[in-house]
């Protein structure tokens, strides 16, 4: 069974750029959930995606967007990047909009 | 609004010093309390879900426990290893399950 991947592991940008990041689900997962996690915070909602319509959204701003293919992985862009940007974004995958979720490893944005 | 405090925010223990940890939280119609595991700069590892007040879960050292109001992680014996972040979660209410986080509490077992 593959785990939650997620890509690139880090990421330097600087302000007003825009950045994409990738997730692949663990393997039977067809819901895909991203939040950001600022340094000694707990995760935040920003987004959920499933059968590749978003089913939910977090107080984030509309520069905040994503996608879900087909084969259940996803995508999160970010435009007009800004320094509070900065954060470690985690993909997490469940089997359903109400089941278990496994989280990926992250990816670590930096925004200059 | 769904809030999820935890306490305390660190703790440090010798090893074999066992505690209990806090997660206190405010929400309409628990679907279900979630504990994570976290180590630095990785993602969230999952532990246990509780569905219902009275419901306890065991694995390895750690056992957690669900009121009507919080859930406690109990931690028996702890060993070096067991050193991370742990965070409470809650996912309530119907339609897309969002999970809403405490800040976590930061745990350190010196040897």
């Known amino acids: 069974e593959t785990g939650v991947t997620q890509s690139p592991t880090h990421l330097i940008k600087t302000r007003g750029q825009q950045v994409t990041l990738r997730c692949s689900s663990q393997s039977g997962h067809n819901t895909v959930s991203w939040y950001q996690q600022a340094l000694g915070q707990g995760p935040q909602f920003i987004f959920q995606y499933y059968r590749e319509e978003e089913n939910g959204r977090g107080n984030f701003p509309p520069r905040f967007s994503g996608l879900q293919f087909p084969n259940y992985s996803s995508e999160l862009n970010v435009n007009a990047l800004e320094l509070d940007d900065s954060a470690l974004y985690l993909c997490a995958s469940s089997l359903g909009t109400g089941g278990t979720q496994y989280f990926g490893p992250g990816t670590r944005l930096l925004v200059l | 609004e769904d809030q999820v405090t935890q306490s305390p925010e660190a703790l440090r223990l010798q090893e074999g010093e066992s505690s209990s940890l806090n997660c206190s939280y405010t929400?309409?119609?628990?679907?279900?309390l979630f504990w994570y595991r976290q180590d630095p700069g990785k993602g969230p590892e999952f532990l246990f879900t509780?569905?219902?007040a009275g419901e306890e879960k065991e694995k390895e050292r750690l056992k957690a426990t669900l009121t009507k109001k919080e859930s406690f992680l109990h931690i028996t014996a702890p060993k070096p290893e067991d050193s991370a972040t742990y965070l409470c979660?809650?996912?309530?209410?119907?339609?897309?399950?969002?999970?809403?986080f405490g800040k976590g509490t930061m745990l350190l077992v010196s040897p």
């Open positions: 979660a809650v996912q309530a209410g119907s339609g897309y399950s969002t999970l809403t």
């Open positions: 929400v309409s119609g628990l679907r279900g």
């Open positions: 509780l569905y219902s």
